[in-house]
């Protein structure tokens, strides 16, 4: 045979080898190798082997998504219930505090003194129709008071006397028992009395023409309260 016809044949085998080789490389590509001898490597269809490997991979990062999402919502929970513990025990807190101040307020020592007669009480003396005019300015008087109040507040017309009123003085009063315990009280005491509770304020100067003029008008209401 001559050169060229060797030549020729050698070009036609590489040809058709090249043509084969092409697509076994992209099915080599496409497909991957795995060892399954000890002869070497063999190829074999792979497509169901990286399907199987891209569902364990989606199941796995479900999975992790759902996992995450339970602990997320966990820890939301507990950070709920804490937040609504610490209000609860806040609320309760509160709610003590306020009871414990309620249970605190009240009539002070002092001014349970205050109210009552003093030892060697004298009171102011004066003309009695100059006295209770002055006293009826002064039971329509908000000055007196700390809380915008006067006498009249809570008196107007003969209103809101107790059944008691119409009674001789000295006598029970129910208000100057339960807050100042005392068993009976005088008029000039019920005045001091209506200036501490009711009014908020200090009591009048026991020996104080404010004080004289204040019983006075007040003798006048319960003879009004009486005829009524």
């Known amino acids: 045979m001559s050169t060229d016809t060797n030549r020729t044949e050698l070009l036609r085998k590489l040809s058709r080898n090249l043509m084969v080789?092409?697509?076994?490389?992209?099915?080599?590509?496409?497909?991957?190798?795995?060892?399954?001898?000890?002869?070497?490597?063999?190829?074999?269809?792979?497509?169901?082997?990286?399907?199987?490997?891209a569902e364990s991979e989606a199941k796995g990062e479900a999975e992790g998504e759902a996992k995450g999402e339970a602990e997320g919502e966990g820890e939301a929970k507990g950070e709920a219930e804490?937040?609504?513990?610490?209000?609860?025990?806040?609320?309760?807190?509160?709610?003590?505090?306020?009871?414990?101040?309620a249970e605190g307020e009240g009539v002070s020592e002092a001014m349970k003194q205050a109210v009552r007669r003093p030892e060697g009480y004298q009171p102011y003396e004066g003309d009695a129709d100059s006295l209770a005019k002055k006293g009826e300015t002064l039971f329509n008087d908000t000055t007196l008071s700390?809380?915008?109040?006067?006498?009249?507040?809570?008196?107007?017309?003969?209103?809101?006397?107790?059944?008691?009123?119409?009674?001789?003085?000295p006598h029970f009063v129910a208000m100057g028992k339960s807050d100042f315990g005392m068993d009976m009280v005088h008029l000039d005491e019920m005045v001091q009395i209506c200036m501490v509770?009711?009014?908020?304020?200090?009591?009048?100067?026991?020996?104080?023409e404010e004080l004289a003029a204040l019983t006075e008008y007040m003798r006048i209401e319960q003879e009004k309260f009486r005829n009524k």
């Open 21 to 53: 080789s092409v697509p076994v490389m992209t099915v080599v590509a496409m497909a991957g190798a795995t060892a399954v001898s000890d002869n070497g490597f063999s190829l074999i269809p792979s497509a169901e082997a990286a399907q199987g490997e």
């Open 82 to 101: 804490g937040e609504g513990e610490a209000e609860g025990e806040g609320e309760a807190e509160g709610e003590a505090e306020g009871e414990g101040e």
């Open 146 to 169: 700390s809380n915008g109040l006067a006498c009249a507040t809570c008196h107007t017309n003969g209103a809101g006397y107790a059944d008691t009123f119409s009674n001789d003085y």
């Open 197 to 208: 509770a009711p009014m908020a304020s200090q009591p009048l100067d026991w020996a104080s």
